[in-house]
C-alpha cells in the first residue's frame, strides 16, 4: 500500500524577515496540502493538524473553503512575485543574481538580460518552486468551476501580468498588455509542461542554458507581434 504524500513544509522566513502571521501559515500550509494531496486533502481540520495550531484556527481565520482558496491565491501571488523580485528588478534596470550575489547592472533594453532573468525565474520554479506551482495550476482550476473564486483568482493574476507588462514595455512591445498575456501564457504552458505534462517525469534535469535560450525565443517572437 503507497504512503500518502507529507505535506510540504512551509518554508522559513528568509534572514531579516519575521515570522510568518498565521493567516500567512494558514495559507502556506494550505498551498502545501494542496501540493500533495491536491484539493481533496485541502480541509480547514488538514491545515490546523500540519500548520501545528489549534484545532478551529482555519475556520476562525477563513470561514468557507472558498475564502481559504481565495487566501491561497493571493499568497501564491506574493510568493511568485516575490520569485521575480529576487531575480532582478527588470523594469528598475538591473538584473539580480538568482544565487544569491551581487546584483549585475544590465540594461533592461537588452532581451538578453531579460531572457536570462526569465530563465532564471523558470529554473527556481522547475526546482525549488516545483510543488508550489503544482499547486498554483491545482488550485487554478477550482476557478474554473467556482463562480464565487473568479474575482480572487483575477485579482491573483494581475500582479504578474502588470510585472511583464513593464519589462516589455522597457523592450520596445507597443502593445506591452496584449504581449504580457501571450508570454504569461507562453511561460504557463512550459512550467505545466514540465511539471504534469505526460513527458514530466522522463525529462532530465531542468537545464539553465536550454531555459534561457527557450526564454529569448519566447521574448522575441512576442516583440515580433507587439513590437
Known sequence: MSTPATPATPSAPRRGERSPDRRTLIADTAIGLVAASG??????????????????????????????IAACYQRLAELDLGDVGDVGDLDGGGLGDLDGGGPSVLPVADRDAAAAALAGVLYRWLTVGRERQL??????????????????????????????????????????????????AWTDGLLYDRLAGALARSRVAPDRAELTAVARRMIDAVLAHHG
Do not use: C, M
Request: net charge positive.
Open 135 to 184: 499547486a498554483r495550476f491545482e488550485l487554478s482550476l477550482e476557478a474554473a468551476r467556482n463562480p464565487a473564486l473568479e474575482a480572487d483568482f483575477l485579482r491573483a493574476g494581475q500582479g504578474p501580468r502588470a510585472r511583464a507588462a513593464g519589462i516589455l514595455a522597457a523592450l520596445g512591445a507597443d502593445r506591452p498588455e496584449e504581449a504580457a498575456e501571450l508570454l504569461v
Open 39 to 68: 484539493l481533496r486533502g485541502l480541509t480547514h481540520r488538514a491545515v490546523d493538524g500540519a500548520a501545528g495550531l489549534p484545532a478551529g484556527s482555519t475556520s476562525y481565520y477563513f470561514r468557507t473553503r472558498t475564502a481559504l
